[in-house]
């Protein structure tokens, strides 16, 4: 299956502060990339569709100016969580879509846990 | 929308019985139907997919059953082993749109 990194893996930061996440297709371009949180013990909660060369679309209820997708190359797309307060501590996942002939199918990052202190 | 239910949420079994996962989706739009498993702190990954052209489809010891009538699919597992256990998400998404809507998920517990 394709390979998609993510970086960091985990990172613990102070309250006020922003923080990084990058998502990258490792053997493949993605024209698409999807932003996921999940919280303990439960399921994915997609957050954005990363569309490359363009604006995000943001789910319901999620605050684009305080998630900040950019999706500059077809191999990169990058989530900034500005101002990070405790709240958004959480298990933010990404995942690329690859064409896989039959259709379109979806593969993870490993995931970054983001402790917000 | 998409709205995609899983039961149970937790499944416990003996080694080497079979286990049984259910999915149940509102949209009859949606046509792509994966199954990922989860281990602790790692990726969601892919381990079968159907799509509604079939009714279903299996991969050595995995398989999954589709009634597009009845807006339901079920994962399989035989012969469970202990690395099978993790948590399993369904998903619903319509083929060549962006959107997965997942399950909330089966934490199975293959028992030695």
């Known amino acids: 299956g394709a390979v998609v990194s993510q970086h960091p893996s985990w990172v613990i930061c102070k309250s006020g502060t922003s923080v990084k996440i990058e998502c990258r297709s490792l053997d493949f371009q993605a024209t698409t990339m999807f932003w996921y949180r999940q919280f303990p013990k439960q399921s994915l909660m997609l957050m954005a569709t990363?569309?490359?060369?363009?604006?995000?679309?943001?789910e319901q209820g999620v605050e684009k100016d305080k998630f900040l997708i950019n999706h500059a190359s077809l191999t990169l797309s990058t989530l900034t969580v500005t101002s990070a307060h405790p709240e958004d501590s959480s298990f933010y996942i990404c995942s690329a879509r690859v064409f896989s002939g039959s259709g379109y199918e979806q593969y993870f990052g490993p995931g970054t846990r983001l402790t917000v202190t | 929308g998409e709205n995609v239910e899983q039961h149970p949420s937790t499944l416990s079994v003996q080694e080497g019985d079979s286990a049984v996962i259910k999915c149940t989706y509102s949209d009859s739009a949606s046509n792509y139907f994966p199954w990922y498993k989860q281990e602790l702190g790692k990726r969601p990954q892919l381990i079968i997919d159907?799509?509604?052209?079939?009714g279903e489809k299996k991969d050595q010891r995995i398989a999954v059953t589709l009634n597009k009538t009845a807006k339901h699919f079920s994962l399989h597992i035989t012969e469970t082993q202990p690395e099978d256990s993790a948590v399993y998400f369904c998903a619903a998404g319509q083929t060549g749109a962006n959107n997965l809507f997942f399950g909330t998920g089966t934490r199975l517990t293959v028992i030695p």
């Open positions: 990363s569309n490359e060369g363009s604006k995000a679309t943001y």
């Open positions: 159907i799509r509604s052209n079939v």
